[in-house]
T-cell receptor, first 116, second 113 residues
Framework: GAVVSQHPSWVICKSGTSVKIECRSL??????MFWYRQFPKQSLMLMAT?????????EQGVEKDKFLINHASLTLSTLTVTSAHPEDSSFYIC????????????FGEGSWLTVV | AQTVTQSQPEMSVQEAETVTLSCTYD???????LFWYKQPPSRQMILVIR??????QNATENRFSVNFQKAAKSFSLKISDSQLGDAAMYFC??????????FGAGTILRVKS
């Protein structure tokens, strides 16, 4: 089974509302988590690096005020899409690297977001 | 930007045959990690194999093996005895400083019975 869990798997929200996606490491402590976005039939695009207890580091071109990332504990990072619009509809995937897992990165199951 | 290139958008292989997926990358670092991930229709990213650049020996995991050519910055994946369950999107990735993964565009692998 997956060692990183995402919730929800599917979410539909109305345009203008905010939606939160959770990423949990189930059997290890994740000091660093990563958030990716994937459009259909395309590759994964790194949005931001989430570090426990500090501010996230966003990739160039990613709006940090729109995609709020919080990594308040060693097992949980959240991505909040604020004031969502239809163009934010996508597949969002998190991944985690634990301090006791070397350089292997484990991925969550992903979350489909549809903004209507 | 340092990139990862997968030049084959789509590949097909007959069941039980062997297929090789290509990947080249760009880096200025001397030590780094390379990965192949499989993404089936469920969208779950599954680690297939990884290679540490300082190791000259090619990594192998059961039916999966790599041909790592450091000087050429090439990292191909060979799948032997292909099975229907191997059908998926395959991504080559390089780990950057800070443990960030940079992915290639992906190769869709179709397995014919």
């Amino acid at each position: 089974g997956a060692v990183v869990s995402q919730h929800p798997s599917w979410v539909i929200c109305k345009s203008g509302t905010s939606v939160k996606i959770e990423c949990r490491s189930l059997d290890f402590q994740a000091t660093t988590m990563f958030w990716y976005r994937q459009f259909p039939k395309q590759s994964l695009m790194l949005m931001a690096t989430s570090n426990e207890g500090s501010k996230a580091t966003y990739e160039q071109g990613v709006e940090k005020d729109k995609f709020l990332i919080n990594h308040a504990s060693l097992t949980l990072s959240t991505l909040t899409v604020t004031s969502a619009h239809p163009e934010d509809s996508s597949f969002y995937i998190c991944s985690a690297r634990g301090s006791d897992r070397g350089n292997t990165i484990y991925f969550g199951e992903g979350s489909w977001l549809t903004v209507v | 930007a340092q990139t990862v290139t997968q030049s084959q958008p789509e590949m097909s292989v007959q069941e039980a045959e062997t297929v090789t997926l290509s990947c080249t990358y760009d880096t200025s670092e001397s030590d780094y990690y390379l990965f192949w991930y499989k993404q089936p229709p469920s969208r779950q990213m599954i680690l297939v194999i990884r290679q540490e650049a300082y190791k000259q020996q090619n990594a192998t995991e059961n039916r999966f093996s790599v041909n790592f050519q450091k000087a050429a910055k090439s990292f191909s994946l060979k799948i032997s005895d292909s099975q229907l369950g191997d059908a998926a999107m395959y991504f080559c990735a390089r780990m950057e400083y800070g443990n960030k993964l940079v992915f290639g565009a992906g190769t869709i692998l179709r397995v014919k019975s």
